[in-house]
């Protein structure tokens, strides 16, 4: 019996060619100044390479190997900007937050269904191709208040929220521009000093556990108001009244 040993063949390295050049070949074929067989012989690019870009398999601005992202430059890009306006006016998107903003995004544009989300792989992937954005750890409240209100900050939120009164055509319509707020209310009730006898051991009636009500309010610009909204925690559950 003769015994043939398999050779397992070492996989060199996934791209020998530089980005730029790729770029250059791709762009020299469809302006028609090259074949493809000359551009890839000047730029020093694979032909399965730029084939598959010029026949729109893979997106040219796509430079590494394996599966191709799911936004195209252009969508991440404004995924990205939206990502970091958002941080800068003091409302930053945790990391699951970031996945929900960017499955609807997905979904709204066809690119996923409802049943198949994205998960925290395309987050430090899109986290990878976008090295200028972070996770970081927020400050707490009192503090990112004493130190971030500054007046560059105030003006940078007032210069946001007037591009969205101008985009959407609301500078002229108060009544659909209403300001919502939240407030946490303590059910511990702490009664005051009162005068009573020297003998008598003062009582007052007070919650046995020291849980927050939510209250949360809207009124417009022009003073009309909707009726407030209290959430209550009962046994793990948030109820809203």
Known sequence: MEIRQQNNPVRGPYRLYDANRLTDAYNAVQEGTMTIRRACKVFAVPKSTLCDRLHGKIDIDVVQSGTPPLFSQEQEAFLANHVKVMADVGYGYSRQETINLASD????????????PLTDKWFYKFLQRWPDLKVVKPRSLDVAR???????????YFREL???????????K??????????????????????????????????GKSNTVTLIGGVNAIGHQVPPFLCFQVQGCWILY
């Open 146 to 156: 004493a130190k971030s209100a500054t007046r560059l900050a105030v003006d940078n």
């Open 162 to 172: 007037e591009n969205i009164l101008v985009k959407y055509g609301l500078k002229d």
């Open 105 to 116: 995004y997905a979904i709204h544009l066809g690119l996923r269904d409802k049943d198949h």
């Open 174 to 207: 108060p009544h659909l521009v209403y300001n919502v707020d939240e407030k946490g209310l303590s059910t511990e009730h702490k009664p005051p000093k009162i005068v009573s006898g020297n003998h008598h051991k003062t009582q007052a009636v007070t919650s």
